[in-house]
């Protein structure tokens, strides 16, 4: 970083700690304006001068078509397609922290008996629907039998239908996007028949922030998360630290492990969050002492780390996807954000999820 921007983010950290939120904001920028190093692109023209601080995307760099070689991270318009004998209805809940829309998938054969429930969470600029399209989620499900949730972020919140990973207001249990989120996910068990044993929340980028302090808020709700090209809960507060979060200098894991049981993938080639933050997400959920196993994955390129208690349970697996962008490993180009050249994310995480249960007391 230059030594003017950084006189420049510098200021924007003291304002904030000052309370004047509108000069930091103008602060943070004028300090990026005509620069996409910290992952922020201006909507429209472009022009930091005429944006207010809900014209910037936080998390989520869009990536060109022309730019992009083939195989790589792609951003077209999703095409609608269902797995035969499935359904994909919309609905609206609304509670005390606010209204949101989703889409919901129903398996074949939903209400014959209590099935798992993911819940997905989509990144920057993206919807239900694009979301679906570019993980595959809804036809990687057919084996074992899930509801997927995509919920929506209104534009109304964040213009860029980003979720507010970095806002303090929303990082805390019976707060915010976390509360909502988690009633939105109590009232679909209610009206579905679900195994509460088997409930998971898994997000790119945003969305993988947000699933990590769901996670952490919530941990009797959610039995596992995971967190595609996302940072750990509690890594930033606000815009000044979420920048420095998303270069790879945010908070430290807080206190001791969760235990909750976490699978990451992130590639290393991601410049707009930063590869580390995906060691952070792991570091908030297995213990330090953690025995881990590295193998190579086959035939794609990657790296997973397994991370086991003293009694051999797997508690976390960190894939590291080399030379992956931002973008979902494994995706489908007709959705946005993917690459199509890494091992299947979508497919290892209900793995994951359906090997983590959640744990009965004895």
Known sequence: MNTTLQSMMNEAARLTRSGDLQAATAAIQAALAGSSTFGFTPPGDGNAATQGDKGWVIDMEPVSPRSAPPGEAHTRAPSAELPVG???ESGRFTEAAGTRDYKL???PG???RALPLVVMLHGCTQNPDDFAAGTGMNEAVLAQGFF???PAQSQKVNPQRCWNWFKHSHQQRGRGEPALLAGMTREVMSNQLIDPQRVFVAGLSAGGAMAAILGETYPELFAAVGVHSGLAAGAASDLPSALAAMKGAGAKARGAASGVPTIVFHGDADTTVHPSNGEQVIAASAD?????????????SGTRRIHRTADGRVVAEHWVVHGAPHAWSGGSARGSYTYGRGPDASAEMLRFFFEHPRRTAH
């Open 86 to 88: 499935g359904r994909f």
């Open 105 to 107: 998938y129903i398996p």
């Open 110 to 112: 939903a209400g014959e």
């Open 148 to 150: 997927v949730l995509y």
């Open 288 to 300: 330090a002492a953690a025995r881990v196993e590295v193998e190579q994955v086959e035939g794609r």
